[in-house]
């Protein structure tokens, strides 16, 4: 998903896929897919933070909503402004399906599932293994902001707070551990 375009607003929200990455410039060629609203397919030249990673992740630690807690989905968006992402997650109303017949359950869960976006931050999902990240707002390490690894695995209880922590592989002889707000 595009975001945060200045020169051609009319792009942001756009999906696409990217195509490749362009060493000259460090911009990636996006195809982005024709909309419903008219909008053609095109080919754009992007930079990666104008960019949002449709990934899948694991929604964690909700206090407010906690039957969504373990639901899997997809970020769909992201405010800077709020910090916060939307995630859009695959639901079953656990205490509804446990009132059913034991027949009616199990014909509940072979349908398709409910689809509901929420608001979470960041330290209420957890990234998929092998999705690729940028490290930012890191004070220690400061030298790997801006940088790119892949998610290895997720370290829970580790740090101040017990928060936990992402392993970033960022080449194949350093690796980082990161907030879930750093990547």
């Known amino acids: 998903v595009t975001q945060n375009l200045v020169n051609s607003p009319e792009l942001n929200g756009r999906q696409g896929k990217i195509v490749r990455l362009d060493t000259s410039n460090g911009r990636y060629l996006v195809k982005l897919y024709r909309t419903t609203a008219g909008a053609t397919e095109t080919t754009v030249a992007m930079k990666p933070e104008n ?25 769909i968006s992201y ?5 916060r992402y939307v995630v859009r997650v695959e639901y079953i109303d656990q205490e509804v399906l446990r009132s059913l017949p034991p027949h009616m359950q199990l014909e509940v869960s072979l349908h398709p599932r409910e689809t509901r976006d929420i608001s979470v931050s960041s330290n209420n999902i957890r990234i998929a293994v092998g999705t690729h990240v940028r490290l ?14 892949r998610v290895t695995k997720w370290i829970e209880g580790v740090g101040e707070g017990g928060v936990g922590r992402y ?10 551990l990161a907030k879930p707000q750093n990547v």
């Open 136 to 149: 930012e707002g890191l004070v220690q390490g400061v030298q790997w902001n801006g940088r790119y690894g």
């Open 79 to 83: 405010s800077s402004e709020r910090d």
């Open 51 to 75: 960019i949002l990673q449709m990934a899948r992740v694991k929604v964690h630690g909700l206090q407010s909503q906690p039957q969504l807690n373990g639901s899997e989905g997809q970020i």
């Open 167 to 176: 392993e970033v592989r960022l080449s194949r002889q350093h690796a980082v």
